[in-house]
């Protein structure tokens, strides 16, 4: 029971900084920087082994016997993301900053809320593959450190410059926004559905080529 409140603990810090540095991306003016600049929440959550979904689903698929359990920890750190989103969002909105990036957050959303499942299961399938290359490649400690910097803020920038859907921060900009019900939620689980299946195509793909 320990270890799965220290995961959960540890997902809520992950969402903190997810939500950081979707703040940061919301409130720069320019769209490549502000995509650079996001990296820094993942960094910050690989360097600290924090939890984050879109960076652990992956490797459901090389789980084997373990998976149930493996399950189980996904669960908790999908929701424990969304608890430290939910923070930042909820914070930030009820700051001075809410009124400079009021306008983006919204437009960002409804974007989001107006696409049809098909399409947003597609775009967070390829986030999916992404967020699994820059968590993956950064546990392999043979490679130079700043390669395994690198990829970290390369993966997010082509993440985000290409319109890809992600669940978690996604999270966060629905809670910025103020606009969670049902139907919202809904499409975050569509994100955490394709987030998940393109996740777990590099584990799979690396078992079938053995």
Not at 52 to 59: D, E, K, S
Not at 137 to 147: D, G
Request: charged share 10%.
């Amino acid at each position: 029971m320990r270890e799965y409140w220290k995961t959960f603990f540890n997902a809520v810090l992950a969402g903190l900084f997810i939500g950081i540095a979707g703040t940061v991306y919301l409130m720069c003016p320019f769209g490549v920087l502000g995509a650079f600049l996001f990296g820094f929440g993942l960094l910050t959550i690989v360097c600290n082994n924090f939890k984050l979904f879109t960076g652990a689903v992956g490797y459901l698929a090389v789980q084997g016997k373990k998976a149930p359990e493996y399950l189980v920890s996904l669960l908790l750190i999908w929701g424990g993301n969304l608890v430290g989103c939910f923070a930042v969002g909820e914070a930030v909105r009820n700051s001075r900053i809410n009124a400079a990036f009021f306008n983006k957050v919204n437009a960002i959303c409804l974007s989001k809320i107006n696409d049809s499942w098909g399409s947003l299961l597609i775009l967070a399938f390829f986030c999916g593959i992404l967020m699994y290359l820059a968590v993956d490649t950064f546990k392999r400690e043979k490679l130079a450190p700043v390669i395994r910097m690198m990829t970290v803020f390369l993966c997010v920038m082509v993440f985000i410059i290409s319109g890809f859907e992600h669940c978690i921060a996604n999270m966060y900009y629905f809670s910025a926004a103020g606009i969670w019900n049902f139907d919202n939620l809904l499409v975050i689980l569509i994100m955490t559905l394709g987030n998940s299946l393109g996740g777990m195509l590099l584990p799979v793909a690396d078992m079938l080529r053995k």
